[in-house]
Nanobody, 115 residues
Framework: QVQLAESGGGLVQTGGSLRLSCAASGSVFSFNTMGWYRQAPGKQRELVATMNSGGNTNYADSVKGRFTISRDNAKNTVSLQMISLKPEDTANYYC?????????WGQGTQVTVSS
């Protein structure tokens, strides 16, 4: 079993910053891709940012220039530094990890940006 656990969510004002972290535990070997998705109320889950084991990144257009993903392959952790937060960034943020053909998800951490 593989578990992903997020931390770092919370309430912040517009323009503020937050850092999300995710740690994997259990029968972890190595993730091909790790990253973050988010889901706002009434909306579909959407990609925020991912990074593969080679360090290649993929960002949603809406967060480019504001969010930065990083990961530690040896520790199987992934982080998301978020700056210049906007009310539209409010969502439940999920950690994601792909190992082989399987995808793993964390429970989610709430990020709320007040206007």
């Amino acid at each position: 079993q593989v578990q992903l656990a997020e931390s770092g969510g919370g309430l912040v004002q517009t323009g503020g910053s937050l850092r999300l972290s995710c740690a994997a535990s259990g029968s972890v070997f190595s993730f091909n891709t790790m990253g973050w998705y988010r889901q706002a109320p009434g909306k579909q889950r959407e990609l925020v940012a991912t990074m593969n084991s080679g360090g290649n990144t993929n960002y949603a257009d809406s967060v480019k220039g504001r969010f930065t993903i990083s990961r530690d392959n040896a520790k199987n952790t992934v982080s998301l530094q978020m700056i210049s937060l906007k009310p539209e960034d409010t969502a439940n943020y999920y950690c994601y990890g792909q190992m082989g053909f399987r995808a793993y998800w964390g429970q989610g951490t709430q990020v709320t940006v007040s206007s």
